[in-house]
């Protein structure tokens, strides 16, 4: 007969799985709709050309960028946050703590770039045992139009919908099992859905960081604006790359990587409370952090979802 703690823990252990299926199915349904779409351009020659042709014009395809990131993170990310009985109580769209904004927007700057030391730390990595990762090319249109269209479909989107759906929905539905499990499995599945090795990794940290900033925020507002920022600078340096040579590139961006890292120290040292700032709420969990990940990334759906990443990251890089 199961003691009351260990029965506490397996009843645990079912809401975590129940939470896991819920953003999983919500989150495979990104790449179901994607194959989906590839599957309708293959069985009609007609709609096919319409949609290259369209696709293939740079303020055509931001609109379509848009597009695609209102249907796969709205819909089914509001369908999983019903499906798991929490509903709304899971979104955190309160006005940030008094005082916390702009030390914690400081800090997710800092934390971005880390990211990017850690994504080329990877890609060196993977480079040695000979694989090259590659993602899809991007490219925006000049003039007034093409760069608002840039702006909107990269940072302001992105940073809208996303955050919706991962420190919204995702994080918000695991909270209650502990901050710091909500933070990091809300960061993987952040860091897969890019669906390639040279975004992942970036992905995973800033997803910590975005994460990290949410709850310290107490408002996703505060990881909505870090986002938004983040996107917003490589949509500058990439009009940037178009007027300077490749070593003014690099010194620039060299500048602007510690400059990065300045801020986000300056942030830490504007914040307040630094003993509070370092603690994470347990919530009274029952389980282990390493038992909890296991129960979340091992539920059905989003087994089935992590296939479905695999996949599409042999498919990008097959197409290198």
């Known amino acids: 007969m199961l003691s009351f703690q260990q029965n506490l823990e397996r009843q645990e252990i079912k809401k975590i799985r129940k939470a896991a299926n819920c953003i999983g199915a919500a989150y495979a349904f990104m790449f179901v709709w994607l194959w989906l779409f590839e599957l309708m351009l293959i069985s009609s020659s007609g709609f096919a050309r319409f949609i290259y042709n369209v696709a293939s014009d740079d303020v055509y395809s931001s609109i379509i960028d848009i597009v695609f990131s209102i249907v796969v993170f709205i819909p089914p990310y509001i369908l999983a946050a019903k499906l798991s009985g929490e509903g709304a109580r899971c979104l955190n769209y309160r006005a940030p703590k008094k005082g916390s904004?702009?030390?914690?927007?400081?800090?997710?700057?800092?934390?971005?770039?880390?990211?990017?030391?850690?994504?080329?730390?990877?890609?060196?990595?993977?480079?040695?045992?000979?694989?090259?990762?590659?993602?899809?090319?991007?490219?925006?249109?000049?003039?007034?139009?093409?760069?608002?269209?840039?702006?909107?479909?990269?940072?302001?989107?992105?940073?809208?919908?996303?955050?919706?759906?991962?420190?919204?929905?995702?994080?918000?539905?695991?909270?209650?099992?502990?901050?710091?499990?909500?933070?990091?499995?809300?960061?993987?599945i952040f860091g897969l859905m890019h669906g390639n090795l040279v975004q992942a990794p970036f992905a995973f940290v800033v997803g910590l960081g975005l994460g990290f900033v949410a709850v310290k925020g107490g408002s996703v507002f505060v990881a909505v604006?870090?986002?938004?920022?983040?996107?917003?600078?490589?949509?500058?340096?990439?009009?940037?790359?178009?007027?300077?040579?490749?070593?003014?590139?690099?010194?620039?961006?060299?500048?602007?990587?510690?400059?990065?890292?300045?801020?986000?120290?300056?942030?830490?040292?504007?914040?307040?409370?630094?003993?509070?700032?370092?603690?994470?709420?347990?919530?009274?969990?029952?389980?282990?952090?390493?038992?909890?990940?296991?129960?979340?990334?091992?539920?059905?759906?989003?087994?089935?979802?992590?296939?479905?990443?695999?996949?599409q990251i042999l498919q990008v890089q097959g197409g290198a």
């Open 225 to 311: 604006a870090v986002h938004f920022l983040n996107n917003l600078v490589s949509v500058g340096f990439y009009y940037l790359s178009l007027r300077l040579d490749t070593t003014t590139q690099n010194a620039v961006y060299a500048c602007y990587a510690a400059f990065a890292l300045l801020i986000g120290v300056l942030g830490f040292a504007l914040y307040k409370d630094k003993g509070e700032l370092l603690r994470l709420d347990t919530s009274d969990t029952k389980n282990s952090f390493t038992r909890k990940l296991l129960a979340f990334f091992t539920a059905p759906i989003m087994v089935i979802a992590l296939i479905l990443t695999l996949l």
């Open 101 to 188: 904004f702009l030390p914690l927007l400081f800090m997710g700057f800092g934390i971005c770039q880390i990211g990017e030391i850690a994504t080329n730390m990877f890609a060196n990595s993977v480079y040695i045992v000979g694989i090259e990762p590659v993602m899809g090319t991007v490219t925006y249109k000049t003039g007034f139009f093409g760069v608002m269209m840039a702006i909107i479909s990269t940072a302001v989107m992105p940073a809208l919908v996303e955050e919706f759906a991962m420190r919204g929905v995702a994080q918000g539905l695991l909270r209650r099992f502990g901050d710091g499990f909500a933070i990091f499995a809300s960061a993987v």
